[in-house]
């Protein structure tokens, strides 16, 4: 399925450019993936806790702390989010 299609290329675009510079995702899954950040940060806001308190709350276990920690740093940095 194509996301730009349906959510346009405006969705989290300096996350967008961030995936392309760095090189984390293929070019054709960009937007996939901002659609989906974009969508956990709108279940994050529905919830009334900002994204950076869901993560730390709901992923504790080691082996995926280190995840957590790098979606911490991208969230900070590059997504403006209000809440």
């Not at 993936?33 to 993560?55: C, K, M, S």
């Not at 080691?62 to 911490?72: Q, S, T």
Request: net charge positive; aromatic share 14%.
């Amino acid at each position: 399925m194509d996301y730009t299609a349906k959510r346009g290329r405006d969705t989290l675009p300096e996350f967008q450019k961030h995936l392309l510079d760095k090189k984390l995702v293929p070019e054709a899954k960009v937007s996939f993936f901002a659609y989906w950040v974009e969508r956990f940060l709108h279940y994050a806001q529905r919830h009334g806790i900002t994204a950076t308190e869901y993560l730390v709350k709901n992923f504790e276990s080691k082996p995926i702390r280190k995840d957590r920690d790098v979606l911490l740093v991208i969230i900070d940095k590059y997504v403006q989010f209000p809440v």
